[in-house]
């Protein structure tokens, strides 16, 4: 059954409850909204902006954009893209896509105007909604991008070289179009993060989307009550993903624009939020406040918060650790996955499964796991390898890239390029992505154990480890490391902690510098590489 089905059932079952809300702390006038026809009336959420529609009116939204689309000329196949910040308008457009059978490509809200000109040519794109936010980039190369597409703006003052969406849709019929959609159908791109090159475009059928809606409700648990806080970019897989648990449970899901351990603290007190997923930086940052006392747990009503669960990046077992002294009904979870099987949920801890925190777990609902050597035969328990997984929501294929396909996809077998290893109880745990692994005097450095251990020093914030180019040995493993605000370390004092680890991983240079991370929480590892002039050796080989 396609992902929309799920929408028509929701508008018709659940029609006057809130599907979803919009929080912009930033925007700090109380005032009425009227959205078109239907007035929003806004509470005083301590004087924040605030949005909300229904079911009903969500899917009415979608068929708007559906039926402008088609009067437009565009048809089952063609491919329409999203450039725009999370808002309430964000989700409609993309089932208004959906809805015509046309391919949803949500775009990266941090490309520059190179890389927009690029996805966009990539994906074939013929339509094009952009936000705000975003007049600047597309000005740019509007004279390269104009004349084969539309493009429409989302916002006010619509700029002279596109066309005003919200004029446009409001005179659009609110019926559903009759469009035949399968599950075999295609149903969106979406790009890789960039982290280990540039994008690549993902293509996955609608049979990928109403998996990920399963697995995540399967995993979760949700029910209509649950009320999901959504702070990750909509563009990426995992937040969108998440978030369609809610949609298969007809549940409430807020959207929070800016992020602060503030905002996320008032934002789950006064919208009863039940499930929040979040990014290592930002449940880092929660701690580090409740233990400066900027922030007290007593002075919001967060009883009813009963699982946060972290995705995008591996997370420090002393994180998790410190989150329980604070939060100990809270359930947590962790979710592995990639853009190419659809986000999050292909491994899964599990919440029952607190006793294994450092694992990312094990296969998710309706998928299988193996870890392999170089020929694709299972390694020995224990052995680190390449993990590989299978299911329905495994890509299609990279768009227009047959040999970069067929590297990743083999009988069904969707090759990650992270490299794992399996306990005694079949659980896996992320050893590092396979093109960052450092080679120091022949031996193999994996510098997520690394991270792992450095990550439990009560000073560091956050770590990254990547590969320096030494004439001697090849590479040598160099530790950046953030520390907590007002706290000083010294170079020594690391070093003497990490003499637990073995002598070949300890890390030959420390750096006291600042992490830097996507938009989806990961570790940019080749902006590191530029920054300290490092050479990868592996990426080398396999370029060679």
């Known amino acids: 059954m396609p992902i929309t089905e799920l929408l028509e059932r929701n508008a018709i079952q659940y029609a006057n409850d809130v599907a ?30 605030r ?39 964000w989700l409609p457009i993309y089932f208004g896509i959906l809805k015509t059978g046309a391919l949803a490509v949500p775009m990266n809200f941090r490309f520059d105007e190179h890389e927009i000109k690029y996805c966009l040519e990539l994906s074939e794109t013929d339509v094009l ?10 000005e740019e190369i509007v004279d390269e991008i104009d004349e084969k597409r539309i493009l429409f703006y989302v916002g006010g003052d619509c700029p002279s070289f596109a066309e005003n969406y919200d004029n446009l849709v409001s005179n659009c019929s609110s019926l559903s179009p009759d469009i035949k959609i399968t599950d075999e159908d295609d149903a969106a791109i979406y790009f ?24 995540e409700q399967n995993h979760h648990g949700q029910t209509k009550d649950d009320v999901f806080l959504c702070i990750p970019p909509l563009y990426h897989t995992g937040a969108k993903m998440h978030w369609f648990g809610s949609l298969l449970t007809g549940g409430k899901a807020v959207l929070l624009k800016g992020v602060t351990p503030k905002t996320i603290f008032e934002t789950v007190s006064k919208e009863h939020c039940t499930i929040v997923w979040l990014l290592v930086p930002w449940a880092q940052d929660i701690l580090l406040a409740l233990d400066r006392g900027e922030l007290k ?61 450092g694992a990312i777990g094990v296969p998710g609902y309706g ?60 659980f896996i745990y992320l050893v590092d992505r396979k093109k960052d692994v450092i080679i120091s005097g022949g031996e193999n450095i994996y510098p997520v154990q690394i991270e792992n251990f450095l990550s439990k020093h009560p000073k560091i914030k956050d770590v990254a480890v990547i590969g320096l180019a030494d004439e001697r040995l090849g590479e040598i493993s160099a530790a950046i490391i953030e520390l907590n605000p007002d706290t000083e370390c010294s170079e020594e004092e690391i070093n003497e902690f990490c003499k637990e680890l073995p002598r070949y991983k300890r890390p030959r240079k420390i750096i006291f510098a600042k992490v830097p991370r996507n938009a989806t929480g990961k570790i940019e590892k ?18 060679g």
């Open 20 to 49: 979803l809300v919009e929080i912009n702390p930033d925007i700090k006038e109380k005032r009425r909204v009227t959205w078109r026809e239907y007035e929003l009336i806004q509470p005083d959420l301590s004087q924040q902006y």
């Open 51 to 89: 949005r909300e529609i229904t079911w009903h009116v969500f899917n009415e939204k979608a068929n708007r954009v559906a039926n402008l689309l088609l009067s437009r000329g565009i048809r089952k196949g063609d491919k329409v893209a999203i450039l725009m910040m999370n808002c309430l308008e």
């Open 526 to 543: 080749p902006k590191l590489r530029e920054i300290y002039h490092s050479k990868n050796l592996v990426d080398a080989q396999n370029r």
């Open 367 to 426: 998928w299988q796991a193996k870890i392999v050597d170089t020929e694709g035969n299972e390694v020995n328990q224990g052995d680190v390898g390449e993990l590989i997984v299978k299911g329905p929501g495994v890509m299609t294929c990279y768009y227009n890239d047959e040999k970069a396909t067929a590297e990743c996809l083999k009988d069904g077998w969707l090759y990650t390029g992270d490299m794992a290893e399996m306990d005694k109880d079949g």
């Open 297 to 357: 747990i007593e002075d919001y009503d967060l009883k009813q918060w009963r699982l946060m669960h972290i995705g995008a990046q591996p997370v420090p077992q002393s994180l998790i650790k410190r989150w329980k002294e604070y939060f100990p009904h809270h359930q947590y979870d962790t979710n592995y996955g990639l853009s190419e099987s659809i986000g999050p949920g292909c491994v899964h801890l599990g919440v029952d499964n607190i006793d294994k925190v």
């Open 129 to 138: 909604f952009f936000g705000p936010e975003f007049i600047g980039r597309i």
């Open 192 to 215: 890789s993060s960039g982290t280990t090159g540039f994008p690549k475009a993902i293509l996955h059928n609608h049979e990928s989307l109403m998996h990920a809606a399963k697995v």
